[in-house]
């Protein structure tokens, strides 16, 4: 499983957008864009979810749940739940 920073890169790339541009359709900064893509700094939850939506993928495909067998239904957790769910447990692989 490749880091969120790289799962990022990954996706921003495949729609051809610069870091500027993923940094004006977020808010964010260049700067954020790259400390995320550097694994430097991690975003917070809303801000992962955010860049999501902007680069048309889940949240769950940024922290590398594509295609990943998860044993606990995850159907249980509220939206914010899950989000969090998915993010602790990225950082445990």
Known sequence: ????GVSIWKHRNAKAMTQAELAEVTG???LDIV???QDETEPSISTLATIANRLDVTVPDL???TNVYVEQDLSIFHTDELLQELWRRAKDV
Do not use: F
């Not at 499983?1 to 969120?4: G, K, V």
């Open 28 to 30: 964010l900064s260049k």
């Open 1 to 4: 499983m490749s880091s969120i």
């Open 63 to 65: 922290l590398g749940y």
């Open 35 to 37: 400390e995320y893509e």
